[in-house]
């Protein structure tokens, strides 16, 4: 069965430092993979996505993600995190027809000063 | 452009209340739309989805129930609400089927006491 995997519950980085989110998949065929983001109380906003082609993506907002099969990996990165990069980060794979997203359970971004 | 519209923000209902969240899609021609639900901490869960007026699917047997009136118009109904009801709904609208980006509206949040 398809499923995403987001090991971190929670990640705590300061301000400038680098970030590295984890996602793992579950899918059989060449996945569709995506990166959200949700700030309190709002909703999802696309940060980036993978489809085919060029395994690093880039994204909104300085970020990337880099898709690698053989880990079944999509994990994304921001190289200087600023403080309003704190949020709840969500990966999903689009999974059977009709564009039906698969989402891990999230991981929730604190930004120290 | 396109929006999506979601409302109420805010809902609170006691148990054993009926519900109904509306969701309505602007600038784009017959989408599929989503219901989503996402418990306190918890990642999110595919619900029910549309690929055209009055075709519903459901992901998970549950208490709700979801229409489409319309082309641009999706409604989550309840007859009669549960605490395990509660929760923060999301919908959400794509076109095509080859693992095309969703667009998330702003969410309600359900309060069920």
């Known amino acids: 069965a398809q499923s995403v995997t987001q090991p971190d519950i929670h990640i705590t980085v300061s301000e400038g430092a680098s970030l590295e989110l984890r996602c793992n998949y579950s899918y059989g065929a060449t996945p569709y993979l995506f990166w959200y983001v949700q700030s309190p109380g709002q909703g999802l906003q696309l940060l980036l996505k993978y489809f085919s082609g060029d395994t690093l993506v880039q994204g909104i907002k300085g970020f990337e993600a880099e898709f690698k099969r053989s880990q079944s990996s999509f994990n994304l990165r921001k190289p200087s995190v600023h403080w309003s990069d704190a949020a709840e980060y969500f990966c999903?794979?689009?999974?059977?027809?009709?564009?039906?997203?698969?989402f891990g359970a999230g991981t929730r971004l604190a930004v120290h000063p | 452009s396109q929006t999506i519209h979601q409302w109420p923000a805010t809902l609170v209902q006691p148990v054993g209340s009926p519900l109904s969240l509306e969701c309505t899609v602007e600038g784009t021609s017959n989408p599929n739309l989503y219901w989503y639900r996402q418990a306190a901490g918890r990642g999110l869960q595919l619900l029910f989805y549309?690929?055209?007026?009055?075709?519903i699917s459901s992901e998970v047997p549950q208490n709700l129930s979801a229409s489409r009136p319309q082309d641009r118009q999706f409604i989550l109904s309840s007859k009669k609400l549960l605490l395990s009801d509660s929760g923060f709904y999301l919908c959400?609208?794509?076109?095509?089927?080859?693992?095309?980006?969703?667009?998330f509206g702003p969410g309600t949040r359900l309060l069920v006491l």
């Open positions: 549309s690929v055209g007026i009055g075709q």
């Open positions: 959400a609208w794509s076109v095509g089927g080859g693992g095309e980006t969703q667009y």
């Open positions: 999903a794979v689009a999974a059977g027809g009709y564009n039906k997203l698969i």
